[in-house]
């Protein structure tokens, strides 16, 4: 089975992606790295399948997506709703966040994200996909 995950095709844009993080992936992104939350790493700029997600914690299937105004017109919404559709199909859970909302209010956001990471099923070690109930 080819893997879904990190496709070398998307490698240069990841990159790219990590330099250039705006400054509500920033604030996040000093919340979430060094498993500062629930002692679960996190990645940014993470690919699954052709989508470069914003977050994500490999350990219970968490996406984190930092939403801004480029997300408000009915194209971008339908993108988004086809891509967390894809996710969810592929056992992700996707957590959506304005960006306002990373920069006015960080400890509502981590606390959501807590909740998340606390009420997700972790995967079984070494059988990719299968939820441990």
């Given at each position: 089975m080819k893997s879904i995950y990190n496709k070398?095709?998307?490698?240069?844009?990841?990159?790219e992606l990590r330099r250039n993080l705006t400054l509500s992936e920033e604030i996040l992104w000093q919340c979430l790295n060094n498993k500062q939350v629930e002692g679960k790493k996190f990645f940014r700029q993470y690919s699954?399948?052709?989508?470069?997600?914003?977050?994500?914690?490999?350990?219970?299937?968490?996406?984190?997506?930092?939403?801004?105004?480029?997300?408000?017109?009915?194209?971008?919404?339908?993108?988004?709703?086809?891509?967390?559709?894809?996710?969810?199909?592929?056992?992700?859970?996707?957590?959506?966040?304005?960006?306002?909302?990373?920069?006015?209010?960080?400890?509502?956001?981590?606390?959501?994200?807590?909740s998340a990471v606390q009420d997700a099923p972790l995967k079984v070690r070494g059988v990719r996909g299968v939820m441990k109930s």
């Open positions: 070398k095709i998307l490698k240069e844009i990841r990159r699954v399948g052709p989508y470069i997600l914003d977050f994500y914690c490999p350990k219970v299937r968490l996406a984190i997506e930092l939403d801004g105004e480029s997300h408000l017109p009915k194209d971008k919404k339908a993108y988004d709703t086809e891509r967390t559709k894809y996710l969810k199909g592929n056992n992700i859970k996707v957590i959506r966040f304005w960006n306002d909302k990373v920069v006015d209010n960080i400890n509502g956001v981590l606390s959501r994200i807590t």
